[in-house]
């Protein structure tokens, strides 16, 4: 009777010990991922301004509308939409033409982080979030269609046509 008992007690601690294991290789992936930017990156695309400030002062400037991606690395449709949308030549061509484009980084959701103050104001509820902003951040647009570089260039085609026959009148 005492070795069914030991028998089984060794079986329990193997089957903990499997779960252990998992769980370390589990970490393992998660850390790795992090540390090659695939999570907790914060960091800006290229040709973007950082934070709200910074965007609207370049818009200010150039007298442009902009296009304002809420975005956190650890978020896995916002690194597609990156890589997807933004990386895109067309994307990046209409982008520079007709807007400014703004990275608003919640990838850090502590109360010390100013980007989330920014989320806050404009009511974001969930990420990526793209809005349309005058250049002094009054917002007259969202995209809301995933990360299809077709559907975000007739997006910004459409805000450019909007723009122009406002200006007409």
């Known amino acids: 009777m005492d070795s069914s008992r030991n028998m089984r007690s060794n079986q329990g601690s193997a089957s903990f010990g499997w779960v252990v294991a998992v769980l370390l290789v589990v970490l393992a992936w998660a850390g790795a991922y992090a540390l090659r930017g695939g999570g907790g990156s914060g960091e800006v695309m290229a040709g973007w301004a950082d934070g709200m400030s910074a965007g ?14 809420f975005t956190a690395g650890w978020c896995p449709p916002c690194q597609a939409m990156k890589r997807n949308v933004f990386k895109d030549g067309g994307v990046q061509q209409a982008l520079q ?58 997006w910004l085609s459409a805000l450019q046509l909007d723009d122009a026959s406002a200006s007409l009148r």
Do not use: C, H, W
């Open 56 to 69: 609207q002062q370049l818009a200010q400037e150039a007298d442009k509308p902009m296009v304002v991606l």
């Open 97 to 154: 033409a007709g807007f400014v484009p703004v990275q608003i980084d919640l990838t850090d959701q502590s109360a010390s982080n100013p980007n989330m103050e920014v989320a806050a104001r404009y009511n974001v509820r969930g990420i990526p979030t793209v809005l349309a902003m005058t250049p002094d951040g009054v917002p007259f647009g969202e995209y809301a269609g995933g990360d299809s570089t077709e559907a975000f260039t007739d």
